[in-house]
Antibody, heavy 118, light 113 residues
Framework: QVQLQESGPGLVKPSETLSLTCTVS????????WSWIRQPPGKGLEWIGY???????NYNPSLKSRVTILVDTSNNHFSLRLNSVTAADTAVYYC????????????WGQGTLVTVSS | DIVMTQSPDSLAVSLGERATINCKSS????????????LAWYQHKPGQPPKLLIY???TRESGVPDRFSGSGSGTDFTLTISSLQAEDVAVYYC?????????FGQGTKLEIK
């Protein structure tokens, strides 16, 4: 059974960089797409971007200038970096697997709350 | 970006009754080369991650009860729960994966009447 687990700081200061890692277990990171999605408190879901196991990426234009997603196939994890954060970046961040096509997300991590505050 | 609009925003249905949620996309998500609608439905319960229910607009994900069904094509889609169970209380989202950025509807909160 494929499992995804997000990890990283739960509190980030404004203007700093949010960094999260998603560790994949129970399956290989190869041959799939790996996405980050977030949900601000009381709001809906926003897709941040994906990385293919080969390293190609696609980012949401609304965040593109601040986002980097990287993959580490040897350690079966991928990561999110979001720089110059503000309070508007406070959200539950989910990682998810895309299979068949990138946007069909069949396995999700439990999510991790990241709060941006000084 | 493709805008996904769900209706209603909230819905209260009696146990055992039918629940219907609608989703409209601002442009067609039907890919003509394979005749597939790039539309998914997710169920989201508090404290849990979203769960994929339906993809290709009408294909149930493995393990999803058959009381859940999806229909529609092009720009108009429907998620139907044929006989509501207590465990179906959740927020339901439609999502297009036709083209990035992948976008979700605003969500429909389903409750028991």
């Amino acid at each position: 059974q494929v499992q995804l687990q997000e990890s990283g700081p739960g509190l980030v200061k404004p203007s700093e960089t949010l960094s999260l890692t998603c560790t994949v277990s129970g399956g290989s990171i190869s041959s799939y797409y790996w996405s980050w999605i977030r949900q601000p408190p009381g709001k809906g879901l926003e897709w941040i971007g994906y990385i293919y196991y080969s390293g190609s990426t696609n980012y949401n234009p609304s965040l593109k200038s601040r986002v980097t997603i990287l993959v580490d196939t040897s350690n079966n994890h991928f990561s999110l970096r979001l720089n110059s954060v503000t309070a508007a970046d406070t959200a539950v961040y989910y990682c998810a697997r895309g299979s068949i096509v990138a946007g069909r997300m069949d396995y999700w991590g439990q999510g991790t709350l990241v709060t941006v505050s000084s | 970006d493709i805008v996904m609009t769900q209706s209603p925003d909230s819905l209260a249905v009696s146990l055992g009754e039918r629940a219907t949620i609608n989703c409209k996309s601002s442009q067609s998500v039907l890919y003509s080369s394979n005749n597939k609608n790039y539309l998914a439905w997710y169920q989201h319960k508090p404290g849990q991650p979203p769960k994929l229910l339906i993809y290709w607009a009408s294909t149930r994900e493995s393990g999803v009860p058959d009381r859940f069904s999806g229909s529609g094509s092009g720009t108009d889609f429907t998620l139907t729960i044929s006989s509501l169970q207590a465990e179906d209380v959740a927020v339901y989202y439609c999502q297009q994966y036709y083209t990035p950025p992948y976008t979700f509807g605003q969500g429909t909160k389903l409750e028991i009447k």
